[in-house]
């Protein structure tokens, strides 16, 4: 065999691989079966997920280019080194992990401008009578997020929904305890109503203190939730630094029942100190 044909070798058998996990994919996704049903849950969660956040794309979109991707480590792993496998378990949790993160972001952001919500719709409120009314008067000085949720909720009193069902909606939405006690001020001030902007108006002045000690608490845990990152990420990175120097130092802990046994008990030791600084560092106001 020529150098070239065996330097080609390992290409080839990289892209046989690939093409026979994609033709099972795209046999198993023909038929009613268990991938197909978990797929379709997969992107309407995807499609979802974009859908709460105000994201162009789709879900069979990604689920396609998550397939491009593990195809590709695959390959790289094949090719190159075994180490590129640890890519598909990027690329399979990579996008729920981005929407999730992106949607935790979000969510903040929203407690954050809530209390800027309140004043301003308690002084259109000084203005206007109806409550929907100052609600549309005031979306477009509103930030973002906060002005694409208000929108989102008065094009559904558009097409025949009513203030009190779209707050409730847009409660179960966002599910967030301190946004649903500043939406229950103004559901309750719709219902009752009294003076509301008054309500309105204490209501953001809670808040405002509520996130200046969010804010204390934060500055306060600062430090423990960088330990927490190095103590998640370090033993990784010192995994990777060992079998980079030397090939054959885990070798004992993969190929003996001693070093199997060693290795379930420091992964269970190492997911414990997770858990117990995470619920250490979990500080309610």
């Avoid at 992964?267 to 100190?273: A, H, I």
């Amino acid at each position: 065999m020529t150098p070239l044909l065996r330097a080609a070798v390992p290409y080839a058998g990289a892209a046989l691989v690939a093409l026979g996990v994609f033709s099972v994919v795209l046999a198993a996704l023909s038929q009613d079966t268990a991938l197909t049903r978990y797929y379709r849950q997969y992107t309407a969660y995807l499609e979802r997920s974009l859908h709460l956040l105000f994201l162009r794309g789709s879900g069979p979109r990604i689920v396609l280019a998550q397939l491009g991707l593990a195809v590709a480590s695959v390959a790289l792993g094949i090719a190159l080194d075994p180490l590129l496998y640890g890519l598909l378990l990027g690329v399979a949790l990579g996008p729920a992990l981005y929407l999730s993160r992106k949607r935790t972001r979000h969510i903040r952001q929203l407690e954050g401008q809530m209390d800027a919500l309140m004043v301003a719709f308690a002084n259109a409120l000084k203005t206007v009578p109806s409550p929907a009314a100052a609600l549309a008067q005031v979306v477009s000085v509103l930030p973002d997020p906060m002005r694409l949720e208000i929108d989102r909720l008065l094009r559904e009193m558009r097409v025949g929904g009513t203030l009190e069902q779209g707050l409730l909606n847009m409660s179960a939405r966002l599910k967030s305890p301190d946004l649903d006690a500043a939406l229950s001020a103004v559901l309750i001030g719709v219902q009752v109503g009294g003076n509301l902007a008054s309500v309105l108006e204490s209501t953001g002045a809670t808040l405002r203190e509520m996130s200046r000690l969010e804010g204390v608490v934060r500055t306060k845990t600062s430090e423990g939730r960088a330990q927490l990152w190095v103590l998640g990420i370090f033993p990784f990175a010192i995994c990777i630094a060992l079998k980079l120097v030397d090939p054959d130092y885990f070798t004992p802990l993969q190929t003996t029942t001693i070093g199997s046994i060693v290795t379930t008990v420091a992964v269970l030791l190492w997911l414990l100190s997770l858990a117990t600084a995470r619920k250490i560092m979990k500080v309610d106001i």
